[in-house]
T-cell receptor, first 113, second 121 residues
Framework: KAGVTQTPRYLIKTRGQQVTLSCSPI?????VSWYQQTPGQGLQFLFE???????NKGNFPGRFSGRQFSNSRSEMNVSTLELGDSALYLC????????????FGQGTRLTVV | ELKVEQNPLFLSMQEGKNYTIYCNYS?????LYWYRQDPGKSLESLFV?????AVKQEGRLMASLDTKARLSTLHITAAVHDLSATYFC?????????????????????FGKGITLSVRP
């Protein structure tokens, strides 16, 4: 059974640009969550999607957005990139919100220069 | 606001010895998780603890949960080099929501800062 797949694995962008990251959950999983990991702030929740609906959102500016498609694949977008957006972005999937255990993908390492 | 504290943040362990690391959280939660992260890698799920008194063991690691004290411990038996990594605990709070006439639930993981374990010979 394939795990959570995130693409691309690495990205280098310039300040002011925008970026789209993709996450394909484990087959059959309908809940997808996104997290940002930085050395200073640690792991922080961005948003959660279930059946194409954003069910929860963390404390991030509106430049961070996401969506989920009917096949449960999810994308997150960051517009007007800032240096502080450099981070490892992790996606997690689970069968259902009420089922314990989220499985994480390998992450996308975003560097903003 | 739910907060998760882990201590210590760094622990140098000697091979063969036993150690315990701690995770405290500030409000009631529904689930507690332990994850392991190797440098540059993703999070590997170790344990999910669902109820007070839950204890789970895998190899040299044993996790327990005391919901009254809002405390989870991760006990390491006879540390070996392969256990060197950063260990995160996270708690989950499920919220029941109603929108457009439909009842559902949302949840999010709140992570601690992580504890970096280094096992020396």
């Amino acid at each position: 059974k394939a795990g959570v797949t995130q693409t691309p694995r690495y990205l280098i962008k310039t300040r002011g640009q925008q970026v789209t990251l993709s996450c394909s959950p484990i087959s059959g999983h309908r809940s997808v969550s996104w997290y940002q990991q930085t050395p200073g702030q640690g792991l922080q929740f961005l948003f959660e999607y279930f059946s194409e609906t954003q069910r929860n959102k963390g404390n991030f500016p509106g430049r961070f957005s996401g969506r989920q498609f009917s096949n449960s694949r999810s994308e997150m977008n960051v517009s007007t990139l800032e240096l502080g957006d450099s981070a490892l972005y992790l996606c997690a999937s689970s069968p259902d919100i009420l089922i314990a255990e989220a499985f994480f993908g390998q992450g996308t390492r975003l560097t903003v220069v | 606001e739910l907060k998760v504290e882990q201590n210590p943040l760094f622990l140098s362990m000697q091979e063969g010895k036993n150690y315990t690391i701690y995770c405290n959280y500030s409000t009631t939660s529904d689930r507690l998780y332990w994850y392991r992260q190797d440098p540059g890698k993703s999070l590997e799920s170790l344990f999910v603890l669902l109820s007070n008194g839950a204890v789970k063991q895998e190899g040299r690691l044993m996790a327990s949960l005391d919901t009254k004290a809002r405390l989870s411990t991760l006990h390491i038996t006879a540390a070996v080099h392969d256990l060197s990594a950063t260990y995160f605990c996270a708690v989950d709070k499920i919220t029941i929501i109603v929108w457009s006439g439909t009842t559902g639930a949302n949840s999010k993981l709140t992570f601690g800062k992580g504890i970096t374990l280094s096992v020396r010979p």
